[in-house]
């Protein structure tokens, strides 16, 4: 493998994935539902999760594609799926896939939402 390749097959570049962990996801704006199919009547197949502002869109095989746009609109780096069974998180900028961590959530956990 050659060094110089450095532009796309950007595996070292992305820190955006690094430490996260679902702690520290903030609280879905939309739990369950991709915010903007409610607002324009489109339905979702998979839902994604913005790790900056909790927004959540729809997957690439949803007609919407919401995350994505979510994305383009906000330059928001990484999302993680919300699908019951996944736990990995994705990085548009440099377009890799990480793991999500679990970590135990405390009883009674803080959820502190700022305005
Ligand atoms: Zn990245
Ligand atoms: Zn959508
Ligand atoms: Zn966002």
């Excluded at 915010?35 to 927004?55: I, N, Y």
Aim: charged share 30%.
């Amino acid at each position: 493998m050659r060094k110089f390749q450095t532009d796309k097959s950007a595996e070292r570049g992305c820190d955006d994935l690094k430490d996260l962990t679902e702690d520290k996801t903030p609280p879905p704006r939309t739990p369950g539902a991709c915010e903007d199919c409610l607002k324009e009547g489109t339905e979702w197949v998979h839902l994604r999760e913005c790790m900056t502002c909790g927004h959540v869109g729809c997957c690439d095989s949803s007609p919407g594609r919401h995350a994505t746009r979510h994305f383009h609109e906000t330059q928001h780096p990484v999302v993680r799926s919300v699908e019951p069974d996944e736990h990995w998180t994705w990085c548009y900028v440099h377009e890799v896939t990480g793991d999500l961590a679990r970590e135990p959530v405390a009883a009674g956990m803080k959820s502190r939402v700022r305005h």
